[in-house]
């Protein structure tokens, strides 16, 4: 693929829900312009930016595929984003290297939760945004209800610059409202002509509101309006440009991606009306505490940001970047500021699903892919020798699920360890982690279709095939009351036995105080070199598990008395004695359990606030309050027993379809409701 300059360049982000049409709009873009041979479908697998096998088998997208294409003199970046709410981290890292996200919708379904979740993140971002209403041509399509939607949705700055002629099985092409003139697709090609009759009062109307709504951006243009001047098609898709920059008009356009009507308009508006890399404001970096704006000058300095790696088995790590500034051509070596290595660009190539498209050099604005790349992760920059500037990343979003994996081969630990540690390169958003107390591997992500494409990519990718369990709640065991205990070890052989008592008193401490021994032997019951013997023996057997198998803590252990053998006694005996001492003691001083407590904070629109609450009151949760969070959502904060949310993510996008989004982090330990104990100790028994 040849290069183009960044005046040329289209970076498009493909967003909005799941089965809106995307991925079969982006094959539609492909070939209206030529760079396939014919129109893959998601039914059977055929498309060109949904290759891997978890995406073929479901139908649906679950990572960014990047798809360029050549269109008029222009290169377009398509990227074409997941829909669901479990692969939006993927979805963000796109608008974070995109400069026009397009918003799909199906005329069918209308705007849905994923859409109002990317909208507002687009929104965070200074975006530049429009909307192409798709599936026109299926039954129970409504162009009207669908734009009613949209500017309920999002505002005043909705535009339709089409209308679309028949609806339903009779949809075959669209009114442009910048022209006044019709395009037909009866013939699969664009035909030019007059606005049906049946329609000509509503397009002249809405005409007339769009000419309006565009002119008001310019002071010049809305005198000579005024004044009965009618600007050309030109000055005013020029105009509506500007406004599409600033982020301040949102173009709604039409079609249907599986037909090929007026994918070939879209293509033309996003080359005239979407803006290049160098129209958007310069990206924000960091040195040190210093910070400022890399203008898209390919003429700068190279900087390049690597927005999402691929992990292959076979080729190695693909690493997916976005020139920012500067000329990268291939064999240039540049630093990764974050570990402080020389990273080698060896051959750059423009990536088309998994096909690779040699380039001989990358400008500033333009998006390419360089393989086996050493140290360089998704979110990394990269940047000239000497320049330790980085491209300023936002909070990653908290994983929402966990589960435990161990691998169903005996042996095969070191092999999960690596293989999970390169998926974590490809997919930032999940979090590894080994429980030390628990003993199991922890793994973290967004949901489950999310969590069970994992251990898909597992088995495919690695040859490592993973078994999943519950994850274990980490109980804790404290004491009420005070008891005393006598420890004794006495153990005869042929040789030397073993003989060591030891009298333990235990009493409750403060809650997060941990573990106190104090020793009050007198007149050396206990010989001063075995008494940190009792210790130990007492500290191992807090940490293996009480009364009900769950560390201790919060005990004070006093030694206050003992016997011991001139010949028999040792260490060891002595912290047998310890040991046997604290448990008999902590069995008699009313033991109780401890139970994790998270705070959670859940933030939902309005109309969910009182459905929320009442499903955390019933999971034992207590309501610290709510606030405002904009938007007209609240976010509601409880501490509720970590044993209770295990599965919240779930349950949480039922309650609410979608639109509801929470944190939860551990904040202490409370006892346990005695009749839980029993369900408890079975998990433990099992």
């Known amino acids: ?38 129109q893959g479908r998601v039914e059977d ?24 294409l050549e269109y008029e003199g222009h290169k377009i970046n398509v990227l074409d984003t997941p829909g669901y709410a479990d692969f939006l981290p993927d979805t963000l890292s796109a608008l974070r290297v995109a400069d026009l996200a397009v918003f799909v919708v199906s005329a069918v379904e209308g705007v849905e939760v994923q859409t109002d979740v990317v909208w507002k993140a687009a929104a965070a971002l200074g975006l530049p945004r429009m909307i192409f209403i798709n599936k026109l041509d299926r039954e129970r399509a409504s162009f009207e209800r669908t734009l009613d939607q949209l500017r309920s949705s999002f505002g005043a700055g909705v535009a339709p610059l089409e209308l679309p002629i028949g609806e339903e099985t009779n949809f075959h092409g669209v009114a442009d409202l910048l022209t006044d003139t019709a395009i037909t697709y009866d013939t699969g090609k664009g035909v030019e002509g007059e606005i049906p009759e049946e329609m000509e009062a509503l397009e002249h109307q809405v005409h007339d509101n769009l000419v309006e709504g565009i002119v008001v951006a310019d002071d010049d243009l809305m005198e000579r309006y005024l004044d009965g ?21 949102f173009p709604v356009v039409c079609g249907s991606a599986t037909k090929g009507v007026a994918i070939d308009r879209l293509a033309k508006f996003i080359c005239e009306i979407g803006p290049a890399p160098s129209d958007r404001p310069g990206i924000n970096v960091s040195a040190g505490s210093e910070r400022h704006e890399v203008a898209c000058d390919p003429s700068g300095q190279p900087l390049a940001y690597v927005f999402k790696t691929l992990a292959d088995p076979y080729v190695g790590k693909v690493s997916m970047f976005k020139v920012l500034s500067g000329t990268i051509r291939p064999d240039a070596v540049l630093t990764n500021p974050r570990t402080h290595t020389d990273e080698k660009l060896h051959a750059l190539f423009a990536l088309r699903g998994k096909e690779q498209d040699p380039v001989p050099e990358v400008p500033a604005g333009d ?52 293989a999970l540690h390169k998926l974590q390169d490809e997919d ?3 979090l590894v982690r080994r429980d030390d107390e628990t003993h199991q591997t922890l793994l973290s992500g967004a949901g489950e279709t999310h969590l069970s494409i994992v251990a898909e990519r597992l088995h495919r990718k690695f040859g490592v095939e993973v078994e999943t369990e519950d994850v274990v709640v980490p109980y804790r065991e404290t004491i009420t009351g005070t008891a005393d205990a006598e420890g004794k070890y006495k153990k005869q052989t042929g ?118 609450m009442g ?30 949310i295990l599965r919240y993510s779930i349950d949480l996008r039922s309650m609410t379809g979608g639109r509801g989004q929470f944190t939860v982090k551990h904040d202490h330990y409370d006892t346990l409701p005695s009749h839980l104990y029993d369900k408890v100790a079975k998990k433990q028994d099992a």
């Open 1 to 38: 693929m040849k290069s183009f300059p960044s005046s040329k360049i289209r970076n498009v982000a493909f967003v909005g829900h799941g089965g809106a049409g995307k991925t079969t709009l982006t094959e539609a873009l492909l070939f209206c312009a030529g760079s396939v041979n014919r």
């Open 45 to 68: 697998g055929t498309t060109t930016t949904d290759f891997e096998p978890e995406e073929t088998k479901r139908g649906i997208s679950v990572s960014t595929g990047l798809a360029p």
């Open 229 to 249: 001047d009618t600007p050309s098609p030109k000055e005013l898709e020029d105009t509506l440009a500007k406004g599409v920059a600033a982020a301040s008009v």
């Open 367 to 418: 998006i390419a892919a360089v393989a086996k790349l050493g140290d360089t992760v998704t979110g990394d920059t990269l940047a000239p020798k000497g320049t330790p500037v980085r491209v300023e990343m936002p909070e990653p979003i908290p994983p929402a699920l966990s589960i435990a994996i161990r691998p169903r081969s005996k042996g095969d630990e070191d092999k999960l360890m690596t």
């Open 428 to 430: 930032p958003s999940l």
């Open 495 to 612: 040789g030397h036995g073993q003989f060591g008592v030891a009298f333990i008193r235990v009493e409750p401490l403060d809650k997060g105080s941990g573990f106190q021994f104090i020793d009050k032997i007198v007149g050396g019951a206990v010989p001063k070199q075995f008494i940190p013997a009792v210790e130990k023996g007492i500290a191992e057997t807090m940490s293996m598990g009480g009364v009900f198998g769950y560390p201790v803590v919060d005990v004070q252990a006093t030694l206050y008395d003992g016997k011991y053998h001139s010949v028999d006694s040792s260490e060891m005996s002595f912290k047998m004695a310890g040991s046997l001492g604290f448990r008999e003691a902590m069995a008699k001083a009313n033991p109780v359990l401890l139970e994790p407590i998270s705070l959670v904070e859940v933030t939902v629109p309005n109309a969910y606030q009182g459905d929320v």
């Open 615 to 644: 499903d955390l009151n019933s999971r034992r949760g207590r309501v610290q309050g709510t606030e405002a969070a904009g938007d007209g959502e609240q976010t509601i904060m409880a501490y509720v027993p970590t044993s209770e």
